[in-house]
């Protein structure tokens, strides 16, 4: 979700410099987001800059627009083409990625298998017309000795 500003903003600047895009200009009233322009800094870094610099707190999700990190990814190197500061996808320059890791931390490590389980090389029902298939061959050379 691409990020706008709120009624509490009280023009100090901050978000302007903060924003990678470019993104953020005075509005009539407020400052305002160009949506087209906001990546949630994904590209660059893994905290929405102008919500980190914002005092008032007014730097806030817009959820109307609900984006994926490979659609804002594509839009910050579109937004960068030519330009000597090329977006990169890292847990350091995506919030996904950085919340990804996150989640993979809290799950804890994989369980360890259990050492020296073979597992049966056949299944059973496989296993046992084999055995079936041993009796009747046994069964069948006993005859041909007796014969
Ligand atoms: S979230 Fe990032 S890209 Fe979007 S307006 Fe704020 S600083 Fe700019
Ligand atoms: S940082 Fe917050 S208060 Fe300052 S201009 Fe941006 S939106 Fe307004």
Known sequence: MPFLITDGCILCDACVRACPNHGIRRGEA??????????????????PQCA????MDCCVLDPRLDLTEEALFERA????????????????????????????????????????V??????TTRRSVSWVGEIV??????RSQES
């Open 30 to 47: 407020i400052y305002v987001i160009d949506r087209d322009s906001c990546t949630e800094c994904v590209g660059f870094f893994n905290k």
């Open 52 to 55: 980190r610099v914002c005092p």
């Open 77 to 116: 190197m579109a937004l960068h083409a030519g330009s000597d500061t090329q977006p990169t996808l890292t847990a350091e320059t995506s919030h996904f990625r950085k919340a990804a890791g996150r989640r993979r931390a809290a799950a804890g490590p994989a369980a360890p298998q259990p050492e020296g």
């Open 118 to 123: 073979v597992p049966p090389s056949l299944p």
């Open 137 to 142: 061959r046994q069964w069948l050379g006993g």
